[in-house]
């Protein structure tokens, strides 16, 4: 089966070497034929410096690539999604449509899947999520990820074809559970650096983490998602990475607040979109989730790292 990435950024870069070292037929696409011409001449992505590309990997900018692959990986931001698929329903026609990005769309308030199946209703919708950083991908170091679509038989399919020496993929029916695992972890992960950057210390962000993870639990199983997928790889394993290290945008988005610094901007940070989402279907479910909306009224300007903390630690004390 041929396969076209859908986006040139360091995840998808990384996800087209990886199987492009498997003896995959694989196509990196990218926005433009100067950012593909960049790559090809340097024969690395200087997103990712220092992971070559293997010979194999092909780099373009054509869309007709998608109109002749058969599995499409969208290594595009949440929030752009929709327009990239209704901007080229035509050539994903048919195609297994594997979202690898993390969020939650702040029009629908729904995930990638449910974007997928509505823009482009003829094809195979499914989610690539679970504790992964580009680098440690593109250097072929090992991972283990969740591959979610609601048909067992296409995910069998996708299991086996995506799965590598170093990249292990495990199957699920449940795309709801995952894609708001990989979303909501990622609103815990700017809290947790802004508790570090901040110098509340790692007890902090422990205690963070906990009480951020039961808000994930207890939104995606309003949302019907079930319980042990957020205990899996898409839900407790990528709140593990993210909120414990700087190769995580969002925890050093966090961490850049914390400290009392200007984030950067040129870096996509999924987790500021989906805190205002969750904020939104929190209202909408009448559910109390205080650490999602502490991180949301944070990036938004509304609350001071010192404001929140104190808001947090005079809540009413209550049975865990």
Excluded at 159 to 166: D, E, F, G, I, P
Excluded at 261 to 267: E, F, M
């Amino acid at each position: 089966m041929k396969i076209a990435v859908a986006g040139a950024g360091a995840f998808g870069t990384a996800l087209a070497i990886s199987l492009a070292d498997a003896d995959r037929d694989v196509t990196l696409v990218a926005r433009s034929q100067a950012a593909a011409d960049t790559i090809k001449i340097g024969q690395e992505n200087p997103k990712l410096s220092g992971c070559p590309l293997p010979n194999s990997l092909k780099v373009c900018s054509d869309i007709a690539r998608y109109e002749a692959a058969d599995v499409i990986l969208l290594a595009v931001p949440t929030q752009k999604l929709r327009t990239f698929l209704s901007d080229h329903s035509s050539a994903l026609s048919g195609k297994y449509l594997v979202a690898c990005c993390k969020g939650i769309g702040l029009k629908t308030l729904t995930g990638p899947t449910s974007i997928i199946a509505e823009c482009v209703p003829d094809s195979t919708p499914a989610i690539l999520t679970g504790p992964s950083f580009a680098f440690d991908i593109a250097r072929g170091l090992p991972t283990a990820l969740t591959l979610a679509t609601s048909k067992g038989q296409d995910g069998e399919v996708l299991q086996n074809l995506l799965s590598t020496r170093a990249l292990r993929v495990y199957r699920s029916e449940d795309t709801i559970g995952a894609e708001l695992g990989g979303a909501l972890k990622n609103v815990i992960a700017i809290g947790a650096g802004i508790a570090i950057g901040n110098g509340l210390g790692d007890s902090a962000r422990s205690a963070l983490m906990t009480r951020g993870f039961g808000e994930m639990r207890q939104l995606a199983e309003v949302l019907g998602a079930k319980p042990e997928t957020l205990n899996g790889l898409s839900g407790f394993g990528d709140l593990a990475l993210t909120c414990t290290s700087e190769l995580s945008r969002n925890f050093c988005h966090g961490l850049a607040i914390g400290r009392g610094q200007d984030p950067d901007a040129k870096k996509t940070v999924e987790g500021i979109s989906t805190a205002q989402a969750v904020v939104s279907l929190a209202t909408k479910h009448d559910l109390d989730l205080p650490v999602c909306s502490v991180v949301d009224a944070i990036c938004s300007g509304k609350l001071t790292p010192k404001e929140a903390l104190t808001a947090l630690l005079s809540r009413p004390l209550k049975e865990e």
